[in-house]
């Protein structure tokens, strides 16, 4: 079983940076694949950003290429993502999600992911 914590959301002003911090109990962290997820009003749940167990390989949507990193410190069982230049469209509630998937591996689907954090607002504003 994995707990999973979300801290670091709130408000911003376009152009802005957000640093979100997931928090994961256990002591297999670096036996998890990583992902932070996002979900806006009316829409899907999408994932941005993934990282391996291992930390050595990264995925990020198109829309968040260039502006977004994901980063692990497998010591502190703690994953990060590191958000800037901001946008309105950025506005969501933000999961981290646990893959059982160790070494240089992540996925990119959501039905792979077996645990879940609460969530963390971030909303930027125009």
């Known amino acids: 079983q994995v707990q999973l914590v979300e801290s670091g959301g709130g408000l911003v002003e376009a152009g802005g940076s957000l640093r979100l911090s997931c928090a994961a109990s256990?002591?297999?962290?670096?036996?998890?694949?990583m992902g932070w997820f996002r979900q806006a009003p009316g829409k899907e749940r999408e994932l941005v950003a993934a990282?391996?167990?291992?930390?050595?390989?990264?995925y990020y949507a198109d829309s968040v290429k260039g502006r977004f990193t994901i980063s692990r410190h497998n010591a502190k069982t703690t994953v990060y993502l590191q958000m800037n230049s901001l946008r309105p469209d950025d506005t969501a509630v933000y999961y981290c999600a646990a893959s059982y998937l160790s070494g240089r591996y992540y996925s990119t689907a959501r039905a792979n992911y077996d645990y879940w954090g609460q969530g963390t607002q971030v909303t930027v504003s125009s």
């Open positions: 990282i391996s167990g291992s930390g050595s390989t990264t």
């Open positions: 256990g002591r297999t962290f670096s036996s998890y694949a």
